[in-house]
Nanobody
Framework: QVRLVESGGGLVQAGDSLRLSCAVS????????MGWFRQAPGKTREFVVG???????NYADSVKGRFTISRDHAKNTVFLEMNNLKPEDTAVYYC??????????????????WGQGTQVTVSS
């Protein structure tokens, strides 16, 4: 059974940093592309960043230069380093796995597995 567990969210001030983690079980990272999405209240789920099995990456324009995705195969964990956070980054952040490891998909409907989400709140 595939399970994704996010952690690291919290309440921070604008300009601060956070590091989210996504621990994966039941699926090894070389066999999957991974993505981070976010959903703010009243809005649709939004693509943030993806990384494939050969470390190709794709960032949403809104987070380029501020967010960095990485993956640790030994820990089977994906990380999202978020710097210079802004109030508009406030959302529930979700980790997702795509069983097509070479792809960099941006549509949430194309991902196969999801975590439960972790709340990130940025105050101004």
């Amino acid at each position: 059974q595939v399970r994704l567990v996010e952690s690291g969210g919290g309440l921070v001030q604008a300009g601060d940093s956070l590091r989210l983690s996504c621990a994966v079980s039941g699926l090894t990272l070389p066999d999957a592309a991974m993505g981070w999405f976010r959903q703010a209240p009243g809005k649709t789920r939004e693509f943030v960043v993806g990384i494939n099995s050969i470390c190709g990456m794709n960032y949403a324009d809104s987070v380029k230069g501020r967010f960095t995705i990485s993956r640790d195969h030994a820990k089977n964990t994906v990380f999202l380093e978020m710097n210079n956070l802004k109030p508009e980054d406030t959302a529930v952040y979700y980790c997702a796995a795509d069983q097509s490891p070479s792809r960099l998909r941006t549509a949430h409907t194309e991902y196969d597995y999801w975590g439960q989400g972790t709340q990130v709140t940025v105050s101004s």
